[in-house]
């Protein structure tokens, strides 16, 4: 059993930068590729970044490329996204998961979720 908390989501202008953190509970949290979901407004939630359970590969979506970093701490049980360069698209709930593959987009296949933390970019 994993239970992860996320924070860092707020109210920003389109520009500004984020990060996002992602808190795990439980031991195994070092064995699972970690991941971070977004779901906006009346659209499917779909995978924005994955890292797998080293920290050694990541992966993007495509309209993050070059804007976002993943990174994990597994001494300190978390995982976390830094958020640069943030526009009005991005805004969404962005959830933290835990799973066995990073570059997976089906939610189906990720074991546990967090509550989600609202992110708002403004123009």
């Known amino acids: 059993q994993v239970q992860l908390v996320e924070s860092g989501g707020g109210l920003v202008q389109a520009g500004d930068s984020l990060r996002l953190s992602c808190a795990a509970s439980g031991r195994t949290f070092g064995s699972y590729a970690a991941g971070w979901f977004r779901q906006a407004p009346g659209k499917e939630r779909e995978i924005v970044a994955g890292?797998?359970?080293?920290?050694?590969?990541?992966y993007y979506t495509g309209s993050v490329k070059g804007r976002f970093t993943i990174s994990r701490d597994n001494a300190k049980n978390t995982v976390s996204l830094q958020m640069n360069s943030l526009k009005p698209e991005d805004t969404a709930v962005y959830y933290c998961?835990?799973?066995?593959?990073?570059?997976?987009?089906?939610?189906?296949?990720?074991?546990?979720w967090g509550q989600g933390t609202q992110v708002t970019v403004s123009s």
């Open positions: 998961a835990v799973g066995n593959y990073y570059k997976n987009d089906e939610q189906a296949a990720w074991d546990y």
């Open positions: 890292v797998n359970y080293s920290g050694a590969f990541t």
